[in-house]
């Protein structure tokens, strides 16, 4: 059982409806991570809360909302997506710090298979 | 961009036969990380690597990070059908402005034929 559970698991939405994506991490963390999953392309990072606060935009289009509460909440607002956002939204979380030399391992959630019509 | 480069894309193997997975970055890296990815599964930790020229095991697995970390290796003795799933290297690289990105490679999807 992962230590960071995601939802939903599936969402297919049209390019005019507005969703959002859960993460929480039961882990104690101080750091959350949005990654995006597309066939044949690397894992790209999206988006990096230390102690909750925003310390990367990886150059993301305005669509795409995060919000980080606090600690083990993280969420991606979904707003006018194409059908080239649809792909696997992946969360994870760190003991380290985010963009620190050794941020340890990753703890990835099972993931928001995201299809937009 | 600074980017980390993973081969080969895809492997098939028969059940038994060895495995190796190799990742190269033009910069220097900090440590270099590798997950698996199971079908349908989400990316889970392997190791981490440090030092230069470090060597782990895990089991049938071994991990190699070069001398200049640049390059490292994953190395699968005798593969079994559980070992099937994508395998990942991640290399921490100073991106700039003293920060540190976690850069994926493509990964390397092995297939083991029984």
């Known amino acids: 059982e992962t230590g960071v559970t995601q939802t939903p698991r599936h969402l297919v939405m049209g390019m005019t409806n507005k969703k959002s994506l859960k993460c929480e991490q039961h882990?104690?963390?101080?750091?959350m991570y949005w990654y995006k999953q597309s066939a044949k392309k690397p894992l790209e990072l999206m988006f990096v809360y230390n102690f909750k606060e925003q310390t990367e935009n990886n150059s993301v289009p305005s669509r795409f909302s995060p919000e980080c509460p606090n600690s083990s909440h993280l969420f991606l607002h979904l707003h006018t997506l194409q059908p080239e956002d649809s792909a696997l939204y992946l969360c994870a979380s760190s003991q380290g710090q985010g963009l620190m030399s050794d941020t340890g391992e990753l703890f990835f959630g099972e993931g928001s298979r995201l299809t937009v019509l | 961009g600074q980017q980390v480069m993973q081969i080969p894309q895809y492997q098939h193997v028969q059940e038994g036969e060895d495995f190796t997975t190799y990742c190269n970055s033009s910069?220097?890296?900090?440590?270099i990380q590798w997950y698996k990815q199971r079908p349908g599964g989400h990316p889970v930790f392997l190791i981490q690597?440090?030092?230069?020229?470090e060597v782990k095991k895990q089991k049938r697995l071994t991990f190699q990070f070069g001398e200049a970390k640049k390059n490292s290796s994953l190395h699968i003795t005798a593969t079994q059908t559980t070992d099937v799933g994508t395998y990942f290297c991640?290399?921490?690289?100073?991106?700039?402005?003293?920060?540190?990105?976690?850069?994926f490679g493509k990964g390397t999807l092995l297939t083991v034929n029984p």
């Open positions: 882990l104690g963390h101080n750091a």
């Open positions: 910069t220097t890296l900090s440590n």
């Open positions: 991640a290399g921490q690289m100073d991106s700039g402005g003293s920060n540190y990105k976690l850069t």
């Open positions: 690597l440090v030092k230069s020229g």
